[in-house]
């Protein structure tokens, strides 16, 4: 690395040469925009080529390309010198490409790391040849600061144990390290220069099939995620709209977090929703007038917060769980068909040509099968048209052959009342199919014991089933539904009516997937286009004992059986320090998860985690807003204070009140991530990261699966320092078995 790299001065030459190159665009396109026009054609071209000299403005003349790939094409031996940069950059005049976007099918080469058998994907064809050299650079204002020729591939990819030994065997993408030890601030930033290569796998990976990504804490899951729109929409600009793709996460506040990089990547028009939002507001009007949907952070204080009642527990959990399983999903298929079994009497249809005196009869059996097999496929309510329609045009074929038999010609006049008399006929016959109200079906399903029993397949226990009913009844006796109750509802709407195909997506991002239940997660597979969905979690983070994914085979199995889902596990986290993660790992070998949950920490080394224990509560608060102000000092700028409850939030804010200056107390209802000094509940901090986390009474949590995963999600936080503290004389259940090597313990 460095600037005395032997090809510094060529490299440097070549900068110089191409922020010349820009400068003559951006003269260029000042040019070309300056005049005002009122033709839209000139107008769109415009509006594009501002967009072009804002980048060029602002980032492109800055930083041009951070890498370089050197591609020996096979058969040809011709020698491609790639520049690879955030941003396309073409030469006006010649249209020549100086620098190639991230996203271009030959930039794949700089990721995927292959050295010797390396190929890129070229529409429908395949370019093989050899990368002989893969490069990046730093850069600051027009200068090379920093060369580093990468270890192509044995990067992150190769099999490694501890980190100290991937260190010293020098096999880091020194580029990697220097990027992540930068860090000096914590939003969400775009990875475009040190994108790697199993990461690469999954940004571009087929469009139209789901893909499911397992990925520790901290490893790039929502970064890659995005970063996957921006490349579909880069590559799929005729087919995908940006509009049309859809980022579901857990709440609001993480929504206003992501939002920071989106510009970044091209893609700040994509829509963005938590669950609950995007689906309430399809249901409503399901619902009928005065029925309203209850606060979704209801179960979170049932659950989270001290002294709740363990039977409401018990009863909500089995009905929470229910609700948004795949046995609920096959309970309501089953509804339908106990509909069609019990409540459609299949009477023939007969009726009289007054004329001829002829009758005509449809049999019973043919309209059963018509029913039941032909349009099988179809929502029951079309069912119910299509029939309509066949049971029309089989009249008219009886009875136009009748009529040619006899030779008898009607005119015009006579078709017109035999159409008529056609319609009346169907109008009555069509009255013994029930027609089905989505809400009405759903309220019958799940409030009606014995139903439920023929419904559900006998592994559900009899005792789940009476919870569900007997709690639904409760609730909806106030007209009430609650979160859980959305997704059954829309896919039996699903199955019922058909869901409107103009608010299906081109593609959906799911994130911190194994939050959803699978039957939530189905319904957004059913509002997306050709399946084209991205999942991405982390089981060792899901934090939701009443519902969620407790193994991804649910959704591999279970929802995507006719296009199997692509996949992938990612082991290695980015965020955290070396010594941070390893803590963390501790408190998750507590509790029995697959060996692939657990977190590989990357490169970066850092402060031992600081275990804090005051001999009293007025202490505690004196020795956190002593760190907060050190931390502060040092210029850590984001600063989470974190409580296992809502409620221990609030105390903690008030403890600390005068103590620290300008803190923010954040609830589930905040939609804004205020940066700071935070204090927030653990389960709010998914998917966020701070500068430095302070875990307050890391006591309470006690030795269960929920609480270890609870605890684990917080403490992935930090980018740089964790502190754990609890007031000295109780044991916390889930740190006592952790190395004293791994923490230092505070004076
Ligand atoms: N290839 C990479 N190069 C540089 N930084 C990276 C890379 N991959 C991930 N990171 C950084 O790691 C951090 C964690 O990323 P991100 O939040 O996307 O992970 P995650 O898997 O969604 O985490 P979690 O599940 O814990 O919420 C971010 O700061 C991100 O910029």
Redesign the pocket.
Known sequence: MSTQHREYEQEQKKLDDTIAIIDSEITQLREDIREATDDYVKQVVNSKKAKELRYLEDHGREKPYFGRVDFLKDEVYELDQVYIGKRGIVRGDTFDSVVVDWRAPIASLYYSGESKEAFYRMGRDIVRGEVTLKRNFAMEDGKITGIYDGAVKETIHREMGDPDDFLQEGFIDEF?AA??NQ?ND?R??D?V????SE?NDIIRAEKERPIVVQ??????????ALHRLSYLIYNYQDTMLSKKFMVFAPNRMFLTYISDVLPELGVDDVQQSTFVDWAARLVKPLLPKGWRITSPDKPLQLFFEDGQDEREQELARNRLRFKGSLACRDALEQYIRFVIETRIPFKKLSFQYNKTKQVFTISGEFIRQSFLEQFANLPYQRRLDALRKHLKQEMNKQMFAHLRELKIDLDKQGLAKFEKMLEQILETYMTSFPQLDVFASYKEMVTDESLLRKLVTAEVDDQVLQDVCQSSRNLFADERLEAEDIAPLLYLQHIVEGMNKAEHFDHTVI??AQDLSALEIAVVSLATKNQSLTI???IA?GIHSYRGIHAWEELTQGIFQKLRPSYYT?SQ???STIEIMKCANEVLRQIDLPETVLAKPVLRHGDKPIMVTPATREKLWEDVAKRVAEYRAQGFQTIAIVTKTIGASKKAQKGLQGKIEDMTLLSSKDNQFPGGVTVMPAYLT????FDVVILLDVDQYMNSEWDAKLLY?AM??P?HRLVMTHVEGSVPPLLCEMPAALYDRAE
């Not at 990925?215 to 890659?224: E, F, H, L, M, N």
């Open positions: 990697l990027n992540l860090a914590s969400l930033k990875i220069a040190t994108i790697q990461q990925g520790v804490a901290g490893s790039g899951k929502t970064t890659i994130d911190e991405v979690g982390d983070q990612l986290s980015y965020r998914k998917g966020l990261q999600v992935t936080r980018v």
